[in-house]
């Protein structure tokens, strides 16, 4: 008896585990759904890296017209604005790699459109020679008030009277040291030590930014992370930059080493014998094309780009891009914006403003 029950006990259970067996065979039931976001913490986005803040040294400041790391006695220093005669036989000028920021454009429509530069000086006091300096036109009265900046020339045509009366232009005219360097009385004429601090003393103008001081005109990158064109959807290559200055023929030639654009004139190389021969380079060029206006037949003009707007070029570090560029009133500096609408960031350096007729825009070279 106790034999039968046992047969039938384990009959039971085979048949229980051939019926579980038998389970395997249909659909096995979906797996239970884990929810990660529950069961393990959410990865977080990596945080921006704040922005390495540059300690100033000891007695320093950074120059609003470099960006460079400058002497802070020099801080409320207003600059000056000295026009640079650049006819051959003013060859070879004195002081210009002492210069921030230099201008060049045409000057007159006669003498194959014959270009000058307007040199702007921070460190003025440094000066032991500097020009020859020549007469200045209407154009340069409209662009160094954005700087607030005393203009240094000798004369002018007629035409640049009614700036003259304009409360925010500082200017001195002439007077300055005369040079016996073998050429006519017309080339002669130098800015020499002292001469400044003289005729700051002499004309009652401040050394210092005035009221109608607009405030820093350019943005400038770091050091650290300098301005990358290349990474600009527009931007081209730009290792020549051939300027349609048929008189001189302005050049500006790329050097990868030093990241400069080196400067040419006349077939040779731009060198300033006042230090050491060293060749007129800089950091960043800007090409602004503007229309002109002829006053005569004598070929006295100025560019309109007072509450006008237009094309133009930024070029630093081998490469290029399209900007445009707007201006309102005189002290109001000239903004250049890129592609995006984006006010352009400079390269620590020196700057190179190169003003182009729209008559001659089209036979600019960059490659």
């Given at each position: 008896m106790?034999?039968?029950?046992?047969?039938?006990?384990?009959?039971?259970a085979l048949?229980?585990?051939?019926?579980?067996?038998c389970?395997?065979?249909?659909e096995?039931a979906?797996?239970?759904?884990?929810?990660?976001?529950?069961?393990?913490?959410?990865?977080?986005?990596?945080?921006?890296?704040?922005?390495?803040?540059?300690?100033?040294?000891?007695?320093?400041?950074?120059?609003?017209?470099?960006?460079?790391?400058?002497?802070e006695?020099?801080?409320?220093?207003?600059?000056?604005?000295?026009?640079?005669?650049?006819?051959?036989?003013?060859?070879l000028?004195?002081?210009?790699?002492?210069?921030?920021?230099?201008?060049?454009?045409?000057?007159?429509?006669?003498?194959g459109?014959?270009?000058r530069?307007?040199?702007?000086?921070k460190?003025?006091?440094?000066?032991?020679?500097?020009?020859?300096?020549?007469?200045v036109?209407?154009?340069?009265?409209?662009?160094a008030p954005?700087?607030?900046?005393?203009?240094?020339?000798?004369?002018?045509?007629?035409?640049?009277?009614?700036?003259?009366?304009?409360p925010w232009?500082?200017?001195?005219s002439?007077?300055?040291?005369?040079v016996?360097?073998?050429?006519?009385?017309?080339?002669?004429?130098?800015?020499?030590?002292?001469d400044?601090?003289?005729?700051?003393?002499?004309?009652?103008?401040?050394?210092d930014?005035?009221?109608?001081?607009?405030?820093?005109?350019w943005?400038?990158?770091?050091?650290?992370?300098?301005?990358?064109l290349?990474?600009?959807?527009?931007?081209?290559?730009?290792?020549?930059?051939?300027?349609?200055?048929?008189?001189?023929?302005?050049?500006?030639?790329?050097?990868?080493?030093?990241?400069?654009?080196?400067y040419?004139?006349?077939?040779?190389?731009?060198?300033?014998?006042?230090?050491g021969?060293?060749?007129?380079?800089?950091?960043n060029?800007?090409?602004?094309?503007?229309?002109?206006?002829?006053?005569?037949?004598?070929?006295?003009?100025?560019?309109?780009?007072?509450?006008?707007?237009?094309?133009?070029?930024?070029?630093?570090?081998?490469?290029?891009?399209?900007?445009?560029?707007?201006?309102?009133?005189?002290?109001?500096?000239?903004?250049f914006?890129d592609?995006?609408g984006?006010?352009i960031?400079?390269?620590?350096?020196?700057?190179?403003?190169?003003?182009?007729?729209q008559?001659?825009w089209?036979e600019?070279?960059?490659e």
């Amino acid at each position: 008896m106790k034999r039968k029950t046992l047969l039938l006990f384990l009959s039971a259970a085979l048949a229980c585990s051939v019926l579980t067996g038998c389970g395997n065979s249909e659909e096995p039931a979906a797996p239970a759904v884990t929810d990660v976001s529950e069961s393990q913490p959410e990865e977080e986005e990596p945080a921006e890296e704040a922005p390495v803040e540059e300690t100033a040294p000891d007695g320093m400041y950074k120059s609003e017209l470099t960006g460079e790391w400058i002497d802070e006695s020099l801080q409320s220093q207003r600059p000056v604005a000295i026009m640079v005669d650049n006819e051959k036989t003013a060859l070879l000028h004195y002081g210009m790699t002492q210069a921030d920021i230099v201008y060049e454009m045409m000057n007159s429509t006669a003498n194959g459109e014959i270009t000058r530069f307007m040199a702007l000086v921070k460190d003025w006091g440094s000066i032991t020679q500097f020009g020859s300096i020549r007469s200045v036109r209407p154009t340069n009265f409209m662009i160094a008030p954005e700087y607030n900046a005393v203009l240094v020339h000798d004369g002018g045509p007629f035409y640049i009277d009614a700036y003259l009366s304009n409360p925010w232009v500082e200017h001195f005219s002439g007077g300055f040291s005369r040079v016996n360097n073998g050429k006519s009385r017309e080339f002669t004429e130098y800015v020499m030590s002292g001469d400044l601090e003289s005729r700051f003393e002499s004309n009652d103008v401040s050394t210092d930014y005035d009221d109608y001081y607009p405030g820093p005109h350019w943005q400038f990158a770091s050091e650290s992370a300098p301005v990358d064109l290349s990474t600009a959807s527009d931007a081209i290559d730009c290792t020549l930059v051939d300027l349609p200055f048929p008189h001189n023929a302005s050049q500006l030639d790329y050097d990868e080493a030093s990241g400069l654009y080196l400067y040419s004139e006349y077939g040779m190389k731009h060198t300033d014998p006042a230090n050491g021969d060293a060749q007129l380079s800089f950091t960043n060029v800007i090409l602004q094309c503007a229309e002109h206006h002829q006053y005569d037949d004598n070929g006295y003009m100025q560019f309109n780009i007072l509450n006008e707007s237009g094309e133009g070029y930024y070029i630093t570090g081998g490469k290029a891009i399209p900007v445009t560029w707007s201006k309102g009133s005189d002290t109001n500096p000239t903004k250049f914006y890129d592609a995006e609408g984006n006010e352009i960031t400079l390269n620590v350096g020196k700057t190179y403003v190169g003003l182009v007729s729209q008559s001659r825009w089209d036979e600019l070279v960059l490659e």
